[in-house]
């Protein structure tokens, strides 16, 4: 019999939200919503498309494995060196990559618990004891992180803005964390949302990239961008750190497709500006709709909402879904009554928040 590492034995299998087209053919639906996976509902922008048509006259030729014109394009939007980026098969790659060069047996690593859940995934892979410290009212606990931290850790992750929560922690906790914590123990800001968030209170943190060399910043073109199915994200940080990570990088990680739709998304400031936009619109929506449904939510720097209703999450999820409408239960994700709706359109989030009503009142 096969005998896999015992340590990924007992490892959960990572549920991504239902297909559409299969909840269309289990329920026999001509029409079907999700809004599970955080997926910008307005596409992407129109010169990526264009790229991908172009990028794909070419399809035999590999791509460029250092994705040069895009690192040079987005090194000077950021303001940083061309060192100092790695790209990754989305930013769930250079995850793993954090994990593969600084994770061990015999190292720990400490996140918030609940938060993104491929932190505590790669790092049992990599057999380094995971330290978790549970959220406070939806945020990231730091004084409690601290006290996990000791002189085998390696590595810290803040998921900012935090999933499944949509909170974030400010930047003079944040500067206080870092100066807190060791150098030979790298920190992990993990902004997906970024270009989401509305708070001032938010950090500009690639700014601080050279005063911590331990610090480093994952972003990603699935959000706001919509190119999630091109699966290409980076990481920005100190030079020395980027090129650790190049030791553990697979050659040609991301397509030729993808360098090129990203290299365009970049160029298109009027469509992140327009999502963003919409996303906020859509956000004010569903509050008012929870507010009238009398559910709590969390109040969200990023395109979805945690929201309480009240009862299992998993009966509201099926019932949500037999209606032509996919979000996440919560009960996966460490909140057992609470259902994560991505912010869809105008319509989208009507139709939501109706059958919503329809369920709740049952």
């Known amino acids: 019999m096969l005998k896999p590492k015992e340590r990924i034995v007992n490892l959960p299998v990572y549920q991504p939200g239902k297909p559409i087209e299969d909840v269309k053919r289990e329920y026999g639906l001509s029409e079907v919503i999700k809004l599970a996976s ?81 932190y505590k995934t790669n790092s049992i892979i990599e057999g380094a004891e995971v330290r978790e410290v549970p959220l406070k009212d939806g945020a990231h606990d730091l004084n409690g992180m601290l ?82 199915a091109l699966r290409i994200g980076y990481g920005v940080a100190n030079a020395a750190l980027i090129d650790h990570l190049n030791r553990v990088r697979e050659p040609f990680n991301t397509t030729s497709l993808s360098q090129k739709a990203a290299l365009a998304a970049l160029q298109d400031t009027h469509f992140v500006e327009e999502c963003r936009h919409k996303n906020t619109i859509g956000k004010k929506q569903l509050y008012e709709g929870f507010q009238r449904l009398g559910l709590s939510y969390l109040p969200s720097e990023a395109n979805f909402i945690l929201v309480d209703v009240g009862r299992p999450a998993g009966y509201v999820f099926q019932s949500l879904l037999k209606k032509g409408i996919i979000v996440r239960s919560g009960e996966s994700l460490g909140f057992p009554t609470s259902l994560r709706i991505t912010v869809g359109s105008e319509d989208q989030n009507l139709k939501l928040l109706d059958n919503l009503e329809q369920i709740l009142n049952q």
């Open 38 to 118: 955080n997926e910008n509902p307005f596409g992407c922008s129109p010169l990526a498309k264009e790229a991908i048509g172009l990028a794909a006259q070419h399809l035999e030729i590999y791509p460029d494995g250092a994705s040069v014109e895009l690192t040079k394009a987005l090194a000077k939007k950021l303001g940083v060196q061309t060192s100092q980026i790695i790209f990754g098969n989305g930013s769930d790659e250079v995850i793993v990559l954090i994990t593969r060069a600084y994770l061990q047996p015999g190292t720990n690593t400490v996140m918030a618990t609940p938060t993104f859940p491929i």
């Open 147 to 228: 006290e996990q931290i000791d002189e085998n850790t390696r590595v810290v992750w803040i998921c900012n803005p935090n999933n499944p929560s949509g909170t974030i922690v400010g930047k003079e906790e944040l500067r206080t964390f870092l100066h807190a914590i060791s150098k030979n123990t790298v920190v992990v800001f993990d902004e997906a949302y970024y270009e989401y968030v509305e708070s001032s209170n938010y950090p500009e943190s690639i700014d601080w990239i050279n005063e911590y060399p331990n610090l480093i910043i994952l972003r990603t073109f699935s959000k706001i961008y919509g190119l999630a």
